[in-house]
């Protein structure tokens, strides 16, 4: 397929320019503020959709934003792929440490993207990732190179927990059947390490909120003789770890699976440089659970992580009160078999237990998931095995992701079948974070590679 290649050179400027489009959509689900912004964004997608050769393109309507559907299918015989992806992003903030607007794309050249990267919300997760398949899939329509059915599917709110996707695929099974799904949404172990992920967290999300006296109070009148909120609650989080950093809730880690020696010693093996880790942290030690290595430890052991925290008086200068209230984000994540449910339950029952009787708490349950995995042996992990050491002409690795995406292992029991997650971002993407970025070379070879796994897939399935 030199001819693809040809193609992606010939048309690189016009893929960045729509790129750009896209990514000029503030498309942030989380805030009402941007709504009409988040319906724009699925308009365009749609426009794409169509443009490149799609048929039956539409916005299904839902109780939340839009899902842009599309489908090609050319022989009811040959297998279908199911694409997905979503045109939500994070919100920008904090605004004032972008070096760019966020949505006014720019390209960047850096150390490790002399050829340019993407700057701009969204660039990585997932407009970036997500618009790799639509301009595979435009060239694999128009040259007459699509060897299996596809349907594709962009949802308008995977960062806020895909409520209106879970709605839509339990009422549309027969609409989304499918052999295979293929997601981009997650990153490779680095730029020259092709590798595809086995594995994600699941997730359990709660907002805690300790409540003291009914009013702020004077610092010097009252303190001493009250309960302060935010003493209690630093208290009381500092309490769920021990100094092996393990996590304290009673119950926690009795259904985590122990990796064996054999597994463990291949999450190992992927190339990974600890002092380069640090340098992109900016920390001068890491820290984690007892006996893991870092590796495991962002990957297939649980967390437990306080998000944002806030109480009192946090503006200029010193105001000497008690604060009535204090209140963390925590988020838990999770591995095989954690159930999210189960694990919120144990937080909140943990939680009240060791809260003293001069406050009241109350736990908010947020939106959560289950951790999924991918068999190394599934003809679809090795479809995409196959394609990736086609264009990186590499081996490929398989490794486990400390990051979520809540809706696939709701595919696999709604629609019952797996999903591949062949992304092609980077873990210094920045992604949730100011100057969030996508190496032009990584898009690019996003495109080169998709066409591939549908060749591999629909081969496989012949035979
Ligand atoms: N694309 C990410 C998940 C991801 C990124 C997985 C990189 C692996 C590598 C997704 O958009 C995301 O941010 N998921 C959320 C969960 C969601 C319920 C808000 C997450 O992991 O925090
Ligand atoms: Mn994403
Ligand atoms: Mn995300």
Do not use: C
Request: aromatic share 10%.
């Amino acid at each position: 397929m030199d001819e693809l290649k040809s193609y992606i050179e010939t048309n690189r400027e016009r893929f960045l320019d729509e790129l750009f489009d896209i990514l000029r959509v503030p498309s942030v689900s989380t805030d009402p503020v941007y709504a009409q912004d988040v319906v724009t964004a699925a308009e365009k997608v749609k426009e794409y959709l169509q443009k490149a050769g799609l048929e039956n393109v539409r916005l299904e309507q839902t109780p939340g934003y839009p899902i842009v559907y599309g489908e090609k299918i050319i022989d009811p015989t040959l297998p279908t792929v199911l694409v997905y992806g979503h045109y939500d992003v994070q919100p920008p903030d904090p605004l004032e440490l972008w070096e760019s607007d966020p949505f006014e794309p720019v390209i960047k050249v850096t150390d490790e993207h002399p050829e340019g990267t993407v700057v701009a919300r969204g660039a990585a997760d997932d407009k970036g990732q997500m618009f790799m398949h639509v301009k595979a899939l435009e060239y694999m329509i128009s040259h007459n190179r699509l060897p299996a059915n596809v349907k594709v599917m962009i949802e308008g709110e995977e960062e806020v927990g895909s409520p209106s996707l879970e709605w839509f695929v339990k009422n549309n099974r027969e609409l989304l059947r499918n052999d295979i799904i293929l997601i981009s949404d997650t990153s490779m172990v680095a730029k020259d390490v092709p590798s595809i992920t086995a594995g994600l967290r699941g997730l359990s999300y709660v907002e805690a909120t300790i409540t003291g006296p009914s009013h702020d109070l004077h610092s010097g009148l009252y303190g001493g003789a009250v309960a302060n909120p935010a003493n209690v609650l630093a208290r009381m989080i500092a309490r769920m770890h021990d100094d092996k950093h393990r996590i304290t809730i009673p119950g926690f880690y009795d259904k985590v699976v122990e990796f064996s020696a054999e597994a463990r010693a291949r999450i190992n093996a992927i190339p990974f440089d600890e002092e380069q880790y640090k340098k992109m942290l900016g920390v001068d030690a890491l820290e984690g659970e007892e006996g893991y290595t870092t590796l495991e430890r962002a990957s297939i052991r649980p967390t437990l992580d306080v998000n944002g925290m806030w109480s009192g008086y946090t503006g200029e200068g010193a105001k000497t009160i008690i604060p009535s209230k204090a209140t963390a984000k925590i988020s838990m994540r999770l591995v095989p078999d954690q159930d999210p449910a189960e694990i919120t339950r144990l937080f909140t029952e943990y939680f009240q237990s060791i809260a003293p009787p001069s406050v009241k708490v109350e736990v908010k349950d947020f939106h959560g998931g289950y951790p999924y995995m991918m068999p190394t042996d599934h003809p679809g992990y090795i479809a995409a095995q196959k394609a990736l050491e086609k264009t990186f002409g590499k081996k490929v690795y398989p490794f486990y992701t400390g990051g979520s995406i809540p809706i696939v292992p709701l595919f696999e029991k709604e629609l019952g079948s797996k999903s591949v997650l062949m992304g092609f971002g980077l873990n210094s993407d920045r992604i949730h974070s100011p100057n969030e970025n996508f190496g032009v070379w990584n898009f690019l070879k996003g495109i080169e590679t998709i066409p591939y796994f549908y060749k591999f897939f629909a081969d496989n399935h012949l035979s």
